[in-house]
Each structure stands twice: as structure tokens, then as C-alpha cells.
């Protein structure tokens, strides 16, 4: 069965410090697609990256990157020069096929980054 | 595009109430999700459905809960009776249903239930 499983609960930096956020997922499946969220303390999910498991290149976009390492089965966000807007909660998600054609997506519990000005 | 509409935005309602939530998901997205985000957790997948279909209500609490598709667009779970425990953001996502091409996810902005 899909398991994602963010380690760290809270993390709490300094404004302009670099922080990693981990995620590490299970799957039987050899075609499956990696996702982070964002959800800022008004509540809505904001969508920030897809990657599919074919596809190991880091993804730099701004001040985000992301590490996909299949050999360890992780998928790591890391912001560098954090900034408060960044404040939120981060999820990792890991979306596979299903029966009928479909995909499910199974979330990990969550880290809550807050940075401090 | 219009994204996923839902509603209410918040409800308040006493335990052993009955309850209900609407989504109408994006035009053309042929899958539909409902997952309940208790506070400080990860959204959880309740049901899923393809078209009109269920897919996944494996995590369903049956007993109390409902959802349906009927015409394979707007969606409505409901909850009866509703207990303390249920208090919880409901979100509603659409998607594209193609088998390996990893569209996209599109999330409501969700229903805040609190039951007192």
C-alpha cells in the first residue's frame, strides 16, 4: 500500500536560513508521481510540484528546490533564504494508479515550517 | 477555468445532527475526491469516484456517512448522525483520469464542520 511519511513534524528557522523538508514514500508501483503542497494558515492547498517517477532531475524554481532519490525512495524540499511568507503547512503526496483507470493521492501528515523574522 | 466550487464554507452544528457538503468539481475532470483534513493531520482520502462510479470508499465511515455523483459532476457527502469527532475540513479535488499521465490535483478551498 502507498505510505508517505513526512518525519518531521515542526521546524522552526530563522528568517533568510535554508531549510530541508523531508519525505519519504512507499509504493509497489513503477509508475507513480510525487507532489508537495503548500497550505498557508488560510486553509486552502496550493499545488507547488509534480514529478513522475521516471524522471530524476532536480527541479530548482526560485528559491525551492527538490531532491527525487528512487534509490532511497525520498523526495526532499528544500527553500533556501527563507522568508515568513513561507510560513506553512507542507505536504508531501504520493499519487499512484488504481483500479478503473484512476489515481489516487495519499498525503503524509505534514510539516509545519514556521520562520521567524 | 472555474476551480473546484464547494459549500458551505462553514458549518456549525450540535452531535447527532445531520449535515451535508456540495462540490462541483472542474468541468471535464472525470474523477472526484472527497478527504477529511482533522486538525494538525494530513488530508485522508474518504471516497473516490470515476464519473458516477466509486472507485476507492475503503476508508468511509459508512454507518454515518454518504456520498454520491449522480450524474457524474457535483458531488454531495453527508454526514448523519454527525459526532464530535467529525469536526474536520472537508476538501473536495478533481482530476483528470488518465492512467499514468499524473495530472494535476485541483483542491476546493474546503468545508470547516465544527460538531459541538
Known amino acids: 500500500a502507498q505510505k508517505v511519511t513526512q518525519a518531521q513534524t515542526e521546524i522552526s528557522v530563522v528568517e533568510k536560513e535554508d531549510v530541508t523538508l523531508d519525505c519519504v514514500y512507499e509504493t509497489r508501483d513503477t509508475t507513480y508521481y510525487l507532489f508537495w503542497y503548500k497550505q498557508p494558515p488560510s486553509g486552502e492547498l496550493v499545488f507547488l510540484i509534480r514529478r513522475n517517477s521516471f524522471d530524476e532531475q532536480n527541479e530548482i524554481s526560485g528559491r525551492y528546490s527538490w531532491n527525487f532519490q528512487k534509490s532511497t525512495s525520498s523526495f526532499n524540499f528544500t527553500i533556501t533564504a527563507s522568508q515568513v511568507v513561507d510560513s506553512a503547512v507542507y505536504f508531501c503526496?504520493?499519487?499512484?494508479?488504481?483500479?478503473?483507470?484512476?489515481?489516487?493521492?495519499?498525503f503524509g501528515q505534514g510539516t509545519r515550517l514556521t520562520i521567524n523574522p | 477555468e472555474a476551480g473546484v466550487a464547494q459549500s458551505p464554507r462553514y458549518k456549525i452544528i450540535e452531535k447527532r445532527q445531520s449535515v451535508a457538503f456540495w462540490c462541483n468539481p472542474i468541468s471535464g475532470h472525470a474523477t472526484l475526491y472527497w478527504y477529511q483534513q482533522i486538525l494538525g493531520q494530513g488530508p485522508k482520502l474518504l471516497i473516490q469516484f470515476q464519473n458516477n462510479g466509486v472507485v476507492d470508499d475503503s476508508q468511509l465511515p459508512k454507518d454515518r456517512f454518504s456520498a454520491e455523483r449522480l450524474k457524474g459532476v457535483d458531488s454531495t457527502l453527508k454526514i448523519q448522525p454527525a459526532k464530535l469527532e467529525d469536526s474536520a475540513v472537508y476538501l473536495c479535488?478533481?482530476?483528470?483520469?488518465?492512467?499514468?499521465?499524473?495530472?494535476?490535483?485541483?483542491f476546493g478551498s474546503g468545508t470547516r464542520l465544527t460538531v459541538v
Open positions: 503526496a504520493l499519487s499512484e494508479s488504481v483500479i478503473q483507470g484512476a489515481q489516487k493521492l495519499v
Open positions: 479535488a478533481s482530476s483528470l483520469a488518465l492512467v499514468g499521465q499524473g495530472y494535476g490535483y485541483t
